[in-house]
């Protein structure tokens, strides 16, 4: 009689772990599905961060060409600036020997 309660008592306590055992398989999927979800998102989360980098190193490289090309259209600028000036004293220089020759 020992033994059959023994069974019986063993029987018992499997059907009633039996739903915890279930419970327990289901959190275990679901833990290592987020564990995935994390590590998946760090791997995007660490893709933008480079992403970023290169947009960043792309911005500083087109702010410096804009800075050199600033200062190149200022010197062109004055450059014809100069040259218009002088197209003007040209301009008077002939006219004046014109209105002497005539």
């Known amino acids: 009689m020992n033994s059959e309660l ?17 419970r327990l398989n289901k959190i275990e999927t ?4 987020m564990k995935r979800a994390v ?6 989360v660490m893709e933008i961060g480079d992403f ?6 792309t911005i500083e ?16 600028t004055g450059s014809v600036g100069y040259l218009v000036h002088k ?8 006219h004046v020997i014109k209105t002497q020759k005539a």
């Not at 590590?39 to 995007?44: A, K, M, P, V």
């Not at 970023?52 to 190193?57: A, G, K, S, V």
Request: aromatic content about 0%; hydrophobic content about 30%.
């Open 6 to 22: 023994k069974e019986l008592l063993q029987s018992v306590i499997r059907e009633e772990l039996q739903p915890v055992h279930e």
């Open 87 to 94: 197209m003007g004293e040209h301009d008077r220089d002939l």
């Open 52 to 57: 970023l980098e290169n947009q960043h190193r």
């Open 61 to 76: 490289i087109l702010s410096a060409r804009s800075i050199q090309q600033e200062a190149e259209l200022k010197s062109v």
């Open 30 to 33: 679901d833990q290592q599905e």
């Open 39 to 44: 590590l998946d998102t760090n791997e995007r």
